[in-house]
């Protein structure tokens, strides 16, 4: 199985500085044949359920702030929040979907709080 | 809109059976693969299964392999988890969500079903 690994596990940045997550997995998660990488990133707020923020390592979904952007390729990514919004508190996570059949795994979560 | 409401949480003893429903509207079911996803109390998301549109593949978590099956009906645009053997372990929100395809993520998620095991 590809184990996804986060850090920090948790991470208090001030309103309108910049908060960076990175994610690593254990194999790579870059597909050679399309040259994409199987990776995405979910927000989770406090009672809600995960919303899908981005997919493709770096492609933003329909209606998230172009403050959220991801990078990064082969086993090593990045969430980066440009200036973090007091509505960006929750705990994000990545997720490989390269797997097959499908195994996905999801990182263990970084807890996004204001300093 | 794209709705995924699941039903059939509650308490069950250990070694006891349950059988969550998701219901799906605002798209069409029968094109989606559809996964179970699991969150325990204060812990982070554990994929636990899933099945392809047409119900042909289906694969499980090993921790629970052999004890829950996965089963869609699309008539009904409905999803379900088989969950026996229950064990304290399993004690989580149950989240049933959607993707295009198998090598991509989960689009659209449910609010989720509490699951407890306990005696």
């Known amino acids: 199985d590809i184990v996804m690994t986060q850090s920090p596990d948790s991470l208090a940045v001030s309103l309108g500085e910049r908060a960076t997550i990175n994610c690593k997995s254990s194999?790579?998660?870059?597909?050679?044949?399309?040259?994409?990488?199987?990776l995405a990133w979910y927000q989770q707020k406090p009672g809600q359920p995960p919303k899908l923020l981005i997919s493709?390592?770096?492609t933003r979904e329909s209606g998230v702030p172009d403050r959220f952007s991801g990078s990064g390729s082969g086993t090593d990514f990045t969430l980066t929040i440009s200036s973090l919004q007091a509505e960006d508190v929750a705990v994000y996570y990545c997720?490989?979907?390269?797997?097959?059949?499908?195994?996905?795994?999801f990182g263990q979560g970084t807890k996004l709080d204001i300093k | 809109q794209v709705q995924l409401v699941e039903s059939g949480g509650g308490l069950v003893k250990p070694g006891g059976s349950l059988r969550l429903s998701c219901a799906a509207s605002g798209f069409t079911f029968s094109d989606y693969y559809m996964s179970w996803i699991r969150q325990a109390p204060g812990k982070g998301l554990e994929w636990i299964s899933y099945i392809s549109s047409s119900s042909t593949y289906t694969n499980y978590v090993d921790s629970v392999k052999g004890r829950f099956t996965i089963s869609r009906d699309n008539a009904k645009s409905s999803l379900y988890l088989q969950m026996n053997s229950l064990r304290a372990e399993d004690t989580a929100v149950y989240y049933c969500?959607?993707?295009?395809?198998?090598?991509?993520?989960?689009?659209?998620w449910g609010q989720g079903a509490l699951v407890i095991v306990s005696s």
């Open positions: 194999q790579s998660v870059l597909y050679s044949s399309n040259n994409k990488n199987y």
């Open positions: 997720q490989q979907y390269y797997s097959s059949p499908p195994q996905y795994t």
């Open positions: 493709w390592a770096s």
């Open positions: 969500a959607s993707s295009p395809m198998a090598a991509a993520p989960f689009d659209y």
